[in-house]
């Protein structure tokens, strides 16, 4: 009148000890044939373990059919982490039989860069940009758009400027 779970394959006999109000017993031996399926083995990845605050990742299951991942994961589709540092994204993955098997993998997201700037309006050709660089991870490198290159090899503020827009983008 207790159920288990059975963890083994094939056919197996249990012996079945009645014992009647008397005190009297009997021994007899049922068989059970049952198919034990075993678990899937899981594996969860992603096709990058490092990325910068705002990119996307893509996670994928293998090892079952069907994929259920936790935080809003789905399982091949881009998902963009809204926090940084280490997360640890864990996948449940079902079977053709309903048996499930889990896995888990951790994604690093460096914190977001932030940018914050005063200005000097110009007068004569002499404004100047103050940049503050925080978050992400020190040792930024710098492109202004004054130069028209992509090269990341310009000064982190900006001097002697005229009046206008001024682009840089920072790489850490």
Not at 5 to 16: C, F, S, W
Not at 61 to 86: M, Q, R
Not at 162 to 171: I, K
């Amino acid at each position: 009148g207790v159920p288990f779970a059975q963890d083994m394959l094939g056919t197996i006999n249990y012996e079945v000890i009645g014992t009647d109000e008397n005190g009297c017993q009997n021994i007899d031996t049922v068989s059970v044939s049952a198919t034990v399926h075993a678990l899937p083995t899981v594996t969860a990845t992603a096709d990058d373990d490092e990325i910068c605050f705002g990119e996307s990742v893509i996670f994928t299951g293998t090892g079952a059919e069907t994929y259920d991942w936790d935080l809003g994961v789905i399982d091949g589709e881009a998902y963009t982490p809204d926090a940084d540092g280490t997360t640890t994204y864990t996948v449940v993955g079902t079977d053709e039989n309903g048996c499930t098997g889990t896995a888990s993998v951790d994604v690093y997201t460096n914190p977001e860069i932030v940018i914050t700037y005063t200005t000097i309006d110009e007068t004569m050709d002499d404004g100047e940009i103050d940049i503050t660089v925080t978050g992400g991870t020190p040792g930024y490198t710098f492109d202004w758009d004054t130069d028209e290159a992509d090269d990341f090899d310009d000064s982190e503020d900006l001097m002697d400027l005229s009046a206008g827009f001024y682009t840089v983008t920072v790489r850490d």
